[in-house]
């Protein structure tokens, strides 16, 4: 599923969808304006920004693996987070294992900060499923920044699993950046099984409702495209 939303990214325009597989149901949000493909000067490709969390909590093995391989066939891809150091990957399998060691030896393979990062370089944002999001990018004002550029400019937004905590950070005194959207994730329940969740510093089921917006714990994907 996640492949058939990043096509879209690549270019593509469709108005509201709800689509559906057999672990469970994507939600698509489309924005009332009109998309505009944004490419960095001399390239054939868009440029994609993926954020990962620095926090040792970490990022899931198979949702980075997932996202960059088919960001990277259909953009410039650029890795960052708050800090520059090597990903915390989670949730290792020995094919997975094999595919990040390798991933490891390139010279992307580190994310810079974001406090480096020209939000106008690129096309589209991406967040992996990272439990570690929770506690380094909800709050995280270098990344409110970023994702108020794309907002502002209305290029599109995915978010995956625990790394729609990312999107926490977009909020002032007065108002959530996401207000009035169907937002996913992970839900109290499965929160509440993860050994870590006394530490969880932000739970991301009840900051969505108590900010006016509609949660719902059986999607797993948001994305925001603007048409």
Known sequence: MLDWLLSRMAGCTFKQLTLEDGRGRVVVLVHRRSCRKKRMAGSSKGSCLIIVSSHSDGVLAQSFIHSFTLTHSAFNVQLAAPVAKAIDFIKQDDNSRKWLNEFRTKPFATPVRLETIEASRYSALL????????HDLSSNSELANIIQHFIHEQKPICA???????????????????????MTGPSVYELAQSSGFGEIPIILEDFIKDNDATFSGKFWCFFLYFI
């Open 160 to 182: 995956i699993g625990s790394g729609v905590a990312a999107l926490c950070c977009v909020k002032d005194k007065y108002k959530w950046g996401f207000s009035n959207y169907s």
């Open 127 to 134: 967040f992996p499923d990272a439990p570690g999001a929770l």
